[in-house]
Antibody, heavy 120, light 107 residues
Framework: QVQLQESGPGLVKPSETLSLTCTVS????????WSWIRQPPGKGLEWIGY???????NYNPSLKSRVTISVDTSKNQFSLKLNSVTAADTAVYFC??????????????WGQGTLVTVSS | DIQMTQSPSSLSASVGDRVTITCRAH??????LNWYQQKPGKAPKLLIY???NLQRGVPSRFSGSGSGTDFTLTISSLQPEDFATYYC?????????FGQGTKLEIK
């Protein structure tokens, strides 16, 4: 059974960089798309972006200038960096595995989520 | 971005009821539509992909239909564990937008 687990600081100061790591266990990181999705407290879901295990990215245009997703196949981990954060970036951040079915993308395994608060 | 609008935003129902949730896309997305279930404090869970395909392990009381701009998620006989928030998501464009969610509550 594939499992994902987010880790990283729960508090980030405004204007600094949010950095999270997702560790994948129970399956290989190869062959899939590794994504981040966030959810502000009490609100809906926002897709941030993904990276294919061997390279190639797809980012939400609204965040593209501030986001970097990377994959480390040797560690079965992938990471999110979001720079120049503001209070609007406060959210629960989920990592997820993605795949395609006849060109349709879906996320089938998710981490439990980690709350990141942006505050001084 | 393709906007996704769900209705209703919230819904009260009883165990055993048949429930339908609607998702409308602001342009055609053919069948590029997923449904997720989220319980409080938990990650979303994939229920349906490609509008009508049941994800492995999901009970058959869940079904999805639709194409183009209008889609539905139906739960044929509500069980206690089904009370949750449901989200649709389009993957037709490269920005995979979600609907705002439908909260299904116990009547």
């Amino acid at each position: 059974q594939v499992q994902l687990q987010e880790s990283g600081p729960g508090l980030v100061k405004p204007s600094e960089t949010l950095s999270l790591t997702c560790t994948v266990s129970g399956g290989s990181i190869s062959g899939y798309y590794w994504s981040w999705i966030r959810q502000p407290p009490g609100k809906g879901l926002e897709w941030i972006g993904y990276m294919y295990y061997s390279g190639g990215t797809n980012y939400n245009p609204s965040l593209k200038s501030r986001v970097t997703i990377s994959v480390d196949t040797s560690k079965n981990q992938f990471s999110l960096k979001l720079n120049s954060v503001t209070a609007a970036d406060t959210a629960v951040y989920f990592c997820a595995r993605g795949d395609y079915h006849d060109s349709l993308y879906y996320s089938d395994y998710w981490g439990q989520g980690t709350l990141v608060t942006v505050s001084s | 971005d393709i906007q996704m609008t769900q209705s209703p935003s919230s819904l009260s129902a009883s165990v055993g009821d048949r429930v339908t949730i609607t998702c409308r896309a602001h342009q055609s997305i053919t069948n590029f539509l997923n449904w997720y279930q989220q319980k409080p404090g938990k990650a979303p869970k994939l229920l349906i992909y490609a509008a009508s395909n049941l994800q492995r392990g999901v009970p058959s009381r869940f079904s999805g239909s639709g194409s183009g701009t209008d889609f539905t998620l139906t739960i044929s006989s509500l069980q206690p564990e089904d009370f949750a928030t449901y989200y649709c998501q389009q993957s037709y464009s490269n920005t995979y937008t979600f609907g705002q969610g439908t909260k299904l509550e116990i009547k």
